[in-house]
């Protein structure tokens, strides 16, 4: 059974202890702006920090910090860089979404008005499969010259992963879920996934279920993406289709993503970018790290203080117009981040 919104299993006197994973590139400064408005502002909970040497060729740092989440049941993270060539030492990002049994990637993109963007109100929630597909881990060279690679799909990962999609529509009162798959030559794989698809559209008789080729799906995104409402999709498609409505919206620098299985939460940037070229510049835009720590908040019942932390974030790109390099602003991360805090502090009294 999944948890309820809410639960953590450490909580004292009504504050939540999180992990917390900085990565790499921007990812430590971007978490330095987590606490520092979680800290100015005081939001109600402490980060345990816990750092993963991307030059590391072993385990350990992983396996401190999977029991690290597996005590606060709830985690933010940066972007984890994984240099070793070793083939014992897959991607430590892989590898906490498959230890954690995360099965849920999910993104809800929504439009701000004044950031320079490809299209304008998009509303879009990316449901994709987040621990297997394309992403099993199982590649080989079978001779010389001649590579071999898994994807797996399966009947009980494809319909929990559809289920958590029409349950959401169904929680926030969208209308429409699209499955997005390449069944027309996968037909085997993809198969299973649109078949299950629409075998649990059938339990949602109040929500339209309709299916789009992966191909189809990325034209008719970049010409008219207010077509979707909910989308549901294995692991490799969910990674290029949710890039490709970051970019509609305004890029690498705004949208979170939430990772979720059974017992625990992972809470990220969207695109899941290292931005190392723009590290130690205060250049990078703090946004989508501040959106993954609103949705954290709201995964642990603090609505208040998450509504308080969006709306400052929405007054500070669209009505301050205060923007970083990305969205062709001159603030450097700094303002925005302070900026927010004002905010924040004016919303509850707090000056
Ligand atoms: P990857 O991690 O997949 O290698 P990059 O780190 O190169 O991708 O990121 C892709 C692009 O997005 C880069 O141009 C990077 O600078 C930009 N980017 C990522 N995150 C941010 C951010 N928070 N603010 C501004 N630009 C960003
Ligand atoms: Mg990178």
Do not use: W
């Amino acid at each position: 059974t999944p948890r309820p919104v809410g639960f953590s299993r450490s909580r004292y006197g009504g504050r939540n202890a999180v992990t917390m994973i900085p990565g790499a590139g921007i990812g430590p400064e971007l978490m330095g702006f987590v606490r520092k408005v979680f800290f100015e502002t005081g939001m109600p909970v402490d980060f345990e920090t816990v750092q993963i040497d991307s030059k590391s060729d072993n385990n350990d740092d992983l396996e401190y910090a999977i029991t690290s989440i597996r005590r606060n049941g709830v985690c933010i993270k940066g972007n984890i860089e994984t240099e070793s060539q070793s083939q014992a030492i897959i991607s430590r990002n892989v590898a906490i979404r498959n230890e954690l049994d995360l099965f849920v990637n999910a993104m809800h993109v929504q439009s701000y008005n004044k950031v320079p963007s490809r299209h304008k109100n998009v509303n879009v929630v990316v449901v994709r499969q987040n621990t297997e597909g394309e992403y099993a881990m199982l590649e080989h060279e079978s001779v010389n010259g001649v590579v071999e690679s898994l994807k797996v799909i399966t009947r009980d990962n494809s319909a929990r992963l559809a289920r958590y999609a029409f349950e959401l529509a169904k929680k926030n009162g969208r209308s429409k879920v699209t499955a997005i798959h390449k069944a027309n030559i996968m037909k085997l794989s993809d198969g299973l996934f649109l078949e299950t698809c629409i075998n649990m559209s059938k339990n949602y008789p109040d929500i339209a279920f309709d299916h789009m080729i992966i191909d189809n799906c990325c034209m008719q995104l970049v010409s008219n993406p207010h077509q979707f409402d909910v989308m549901v999709m294995p692991n490799l498609y969910g990674s290029i289709v949710s890039n490709v409505i970051c970019g509609l919206v305004g890029g690498a620098g705004i949208i979170s993503g939430k990772n979720y299985g059974d017992h625990y939460a992972v809470f990220e940037p969207g695109t899941r970018n290292t931005g190392s070229s723009i590290a130690g510049t205060n250049t990078a835009n703090p946004v989508a790290m501040l959106n993954a720590s609103a949705d954290m908040l709201e995964h642990l019942g603090h609505q208040e203080h998450c509504n308080n932390l969006r709306t400052a974030i929405s007054k500070t790109l669209d009505e301050d117009i205060l923007h970083t390099a990305d969205l062709n602003g001159t603030a450097k991360s700094s303002d925005v981040v302070q900026n927010i805090i004002k905010h924040i502090k004016t919303i509850t009294g707090n000056i």
